[in-house]
Nanobody
Framework: QVRLVESGGGLVQPGGSLRLSCAAS????????MGWYRQAPGKEREFVAS????????????HYVDSVQGRFTISRDNAKNTLYLQMNTVKPEDTAVYYC????????WGQGTQVTVSS
C-alpha cells in the first residue's frame, strides 16, 4: 500500500509561482507513472499532468492538460520517492485542491494541498 502526502500549496498572486511536492512511501513509486490532479470548487476532479516512471527524459515523458501546458512542469526524484509540480505564471482559474496519484489514478486519494490564486 503506497501512501501519498501532498504539500506546498498556499496563497499566491496571479503571475506568481508555487512548487508542490508529493512524498510517496513504498517501492511502487519508482516503477510507476505518476500524475497530478486538481479539483476546483464545484467541479469534478481533473487531470493536470503525468510523468512516466523514468522521468521527463524517457520515451513516454510528460503530458499536460492544455490549460497548463507551458506554465506547469511535472518532475520526479525516484531516489527521494518524491513527485513535484512547478507552477509558474499561475492564474485564478488554477485555484483548486491539488492531488498526486498514480497514472492512471487509483481509487485511494490523499488529503491534497490547497492552491489559491488571488490578489
Amino acid at each position: 500500500q503506497v501512501r501519498l502526502v501532498e504539500s506546498g500549496g498556499g496563497l499566491v498572486q496571479p503571475g506568481g509561482s508555487l512548487r508542490l511536492s508529493c512524498a510517496a512511501s513504498g517501492s511502487a513509486f519508482s516503477m510507476s507513472a505518476m500524475g497530478w490532479y486538481r479539483q476546483a470548487p464545484g467541479k469534478e476532479r481533473e487531470f493536470v499532468a503525468s510523468i512516466s516512471s523514468g522521468g521527463s527524459s524517457s520515451r513516454c515523458g510528460t503530458h499536460y492538460v492544455d490549460s497548463v501546458q507551458g506554465r506547469f512542469t511535472i518532475s520526479r526524484d525516484n531516489a527521494k520517492n518524491t513527485l513535484y509540480l512547478q507552477m509558474n505564471t499561475v492564474k485564478p482559474e488554477d485555484t483548486a485542491v491539488y492531488y498526486c496519484n498514480f497514472y492512471p489514478a487509483r481509487s485511494s486519494w490523499g488529503q491534497g494541498t490547497q492552491v489559491t490564486v488571488s490578489s
